[in-house]
């Protein structure tokens, strides 16, 4: 009886394989799927387009954020998004206001100093 069953199982075990093996002279016959029927574009053959105004907003704000990180940036980037001019910061005008005081020494820099940074 054992004997019998070890035949039975080899059998069916060395002729599963071909219960599922592709037919093919069917698939041949088949139509593909309609996924790949369509013809494919790739995006070399669409001709580029011109950034539309909100990328060219976004751009600017980008350049104009370089140095700036975290919530400060995310601040910076939604006003400048939206259009509204952000606000300098304490920061911001004091190391402006240093620029444009150039070689400026003594009364006359405390002076320049002190409206740049009230304006």
Do not use: H, I, W, Y
């Not at 370089?66 to 509204?84: I, N, P, V």
């Amino acid at each position: 009886m054992n004997r019998l069953a070890a035949v039975a199982l080899a059998g069916a075990l060395a002729f599963a394989p071909a219960a599922f093996a592709q037919d093919k002279s069917k698939a041949a016959t088949t139509p593909a799927p309609a996924a790949t029927a369509a013809p494919a574009t790739t995006a070399a053959a669409e001709p580029k387009k011109a950034p539309n105004a909100q990328q060219e907003r976004m751009k600017m704000c980008n350049e104009r954020a370089t140095g700036k990180s975290g919530d400060d940036r995310k601040k910076f980037m939604s006003a400048c998004l939206s259009g509204e001019e952000p606000k300098m910061t304490q920061q911001e005008k004091m190391k402006s206001c240093n620029t444009k005081a150039g070689p400026m020494k003594g009364d006359e820099r405390k002076k320049f100093m002190s409206s740049c940074l009230s304006a």
